[in-house]
Every structure is written in C-alpha cells, then in structure tokens.
C-alpha cells in the first residue's frame, strides 16, 4: 500500500531547516555588536525627540547599508578568505589604514561600553561600587567567557543575549502602548527636517546599525564557524539575514520606546548614553510603574553588555589577522588573538583609570575617524565581491548591485553633509 508523505514530514526538509538553525551565528553575533549604543541610545532617543517621523528613514538607511554588511558573508563564503585578507590583496594602503582604525576604535569604544555596562550593572548590585571597579569585573567576565569557550562560548552566549534583548523589549513596547502615549493632546513634535537636527539626523544615521568594520568581524566569525562545522553559502546568508535584518527590527522597537514613554513628556533628555540610559529606566518606571524598572534595567544592560564582549572578541580577531598579514606569518595563531584582548581591555582599562575626563572626546573621535570612512570601506567592500570569481548563488546580482550604488551615492552624500556640519556651516 502506497503511502503518502508530507512536505512537513519528509527527513530531508527537517534536516536542511535544523542545519539552518544550528548555522546561526556569525549573525547573530553581528547583531549583538550592533545593537548597542546607536539602538538603546540613538534609536530611543530619535523616538523620544521626533516621536514616529524617522521611522522611514531608519529603515532606508538600514536598506542602503545591508549589500556591505552582507559582503563580509559572500566575500568569505566564495573564497575561503576574510575581508581583511580581500584589502591586503587590494593594496597595503588599505590593510595599513583599516588596521590604524581599529586600533582607535577598539580600545575607545571597548573603554565606552565597560563604562557604560559598568552603569548599568550598578542597578543590580544592593552596595555601591566604583565605576572603574565595576567595570573591571565587567572585563574580567569578557576575557574568561572569551578565554574559557573561544568561538563557541561566544556564539551561545550572542544567541542568549540576543533572545532575551528580543523578548524583554517587545514585552516593554506591548506594556507601554497599552499605557498609551504620554504626550499631552497640544504638543506639536518637532521637525527632524531642520538645520538644527543635522548633527543627531548624521550621527545616528552614520553608525545604523553599526560601523562598517562590523562586516569584517563578521567574516572572520564566519571563518570560525567553518572550522566548527559545515556551512553552506544557503545558510550563511540566512544567518547573515536574521541577524541583520533583526537589527533593523529591533531599531524600530527602541523608536517605539522613546516614541510612547519619553516623547512629549515635557523632561529634558540627558545627553550623554550612560546619564540618557538612567533616565529611560527612571522615565519607564514612573510611567508604567515600578515593577518596569528592571524590566528595562535588564534590556539596556544586555544591549551594552552583549557588545561589550562581542566588539573585545571581534576587534581582538582583526587587529590579530591585521598583524599577521603585514608581517606575512601563518594565519589563525591564536596567541596574537589572545593577545590583542588583553591589550584591548587594559588599555581600555587604563583610559578609564587615568583618563576618564577625556573618554567623550576620545569616542567623538573615533566616532568621526569611523564615520568618514565609512564610504571608503563601503566601496572595497562592493569592490572585492564583483572582482572576486564568486559563484551564482553569492554574486552580486542586478539588484543588488543598483542597491549598492544608491548605498554609496547615500554614504557619499551624509559623508559630505557631516563635513559640511562639523567644519563648515
């Protein structure tokens, strides 16, 4: 007797969805890095200042960035090799330069997020502490977590963090619109469209979802992964899609935050993160209620938190591969992986220790160095995938390749109306 078998029953489906499922990861952590600063702070406050009228613009510039941040996954997939091998093979100028950058932005933004999780983990603790203290317990957990798991510690803990972040914010948006906004009837929101808003509109645009160099971590967790386990060019772009487009999502659930609980108020919102990130948890607590406060204790501590450990990780990979390259050694010593955490941590440490007064200058460096090459990483980046002989399936079709030319005609233009802010209006 013949008997027929479902789609949903049939062996090799459920093997190929499960094998998509366990390929999850470089994502995922790509996601965890992004989802920091420019989510819980930018993201909320552009909702709590202009209320819903970014949301469209959050999303195109996620739109416009996304062939770039997917190159990371193509480029390594149909070569074998990172993006950071791609600029070495490009010319030692772009190695050169890519290395210089990440050496600025690793510690100062590894100095940042200790400081800022350090804050946050002050919610927790029923004593006081010392903020540097704080966040030398903070580091310590990073580098054994990194120590004690490598790649694997990293990918399970990027999939926790990133479920709770997902559960604990869409469970605080439900609360907050059944509360209704707190806007008064008359308030009017103010126009985003304004000279006054070009500083905020450029900064928060230039690091959604994240700095470009984001893309080349991403390619080196995937070179991980592949030592690990199997993984196909199907399921690496699926990875690299959830975590991306996740982020994009998540962008707007913290929009929504800022839109319904802080929007119209009639407080004056902190500008600093760590002073902006107290008063949202102090803010949700009186509007919804007390019981809130940890709720959202919890998802900024996690959003810091998961980059924190990811950006130490990530940074440590590339300045390691960076290193390597210019000294033409062996690739995939992980002594030099080793070693650039450690130094990234103590000197991030170190900059907190004796230097904190000038941490917010540093990090608005670092802010610009990474904002106005962004472009230029941007085109290597779309360069390498169309010159590389890559199969069908990760090449670069038509769409993607018009999508890409409106990114960079995007980056290109911000990069010129920042430069206009900053130094010539």
Known sequence: MQTSVSASSDPTSNNKFKQLIHSL??????????????HLVASTKSGAIYGWQLVGLILLVNLFK??????????????GNSLIQGYNELGRGYLWLFTGLN??????????????????????????????????VVLVACLIILFAGHYKALDTLSKVIMSVLVIATVSAVIVAAGQGSVAPVE???????????????????????????????TSLWLKSQRKEQKVTAKSA?????????????????????????????????????IGFSHQLVGMYATSIGEWSRYLIAVIAFFCIFGSTITVIDGYARALAESNLLIQ??????????????????????????????????????????????????????????VKANLPQELAFNRTMKWLSWAGL?????????FIWWKWLM
């Not at 990861?25 to 965890?32: E, H, W």
């Not at 510690?107 to 200790?114: P, R």
């Open 187 to 217: 308030f009017e929101s103010p126009s985003p469209w304004t000279i006054a808003s070009i500083g905020f509109i450029v900064v928060m645009m230039g690091w959604m979802p994240a700095p470009i160099e984001i893309s080349c971590l």
């Open 328 to 385: 033409n050694k062996e690739l995939g010593n992980r002594r030099y992986h080793y070693g650039w955490m450690i130094l990234i941590g103590s000197t991030a440490m170190g900059i907190l220790v004796f230097f904190t007064s000038s941490l917010m200058a540093m990090l608005d460096f670092a802010m610009v160095l990474a904002f106005m090459t962004t472009p230029i990483f941007a085109l290597i980046n779309y360069l390498l995938v």
């Open 66 to 79: 996304y062939p770039f941040f997917r190159a990371g996954v193509q480029y390594t997939m149909g070569t």
């Open 237 to 273: 772009l699926f990875d690299f899609n959830v975590g991306y487009i996740g982020t994009a999502v998540l962008a707007i659930v913290f929009l929504s935050l800022g839109a319904l609980v802080l929007h119209g108020n009639g407080e004056e919102l902190k500008s600093s993160g």
């Open 25 to 38: 990861g470089p994502g995922i952590m790509m996601a965890t890095a992004a989802v920091g600063g420019s």
């Open 409 to 417: 005609t995007y980056l290109f233009g911000f990069l010129a109306v």
């Open 103 to 136: 050496v600025v932005s690793s510690i100062v933004n590894t100095a940042a997020l200790l400081l800022f999780s350090a804050s946050l983990l002050g919610y927790f603790l029923p004593f006081e502490l010392p903020l540097t203290t704080l966040a030398g």
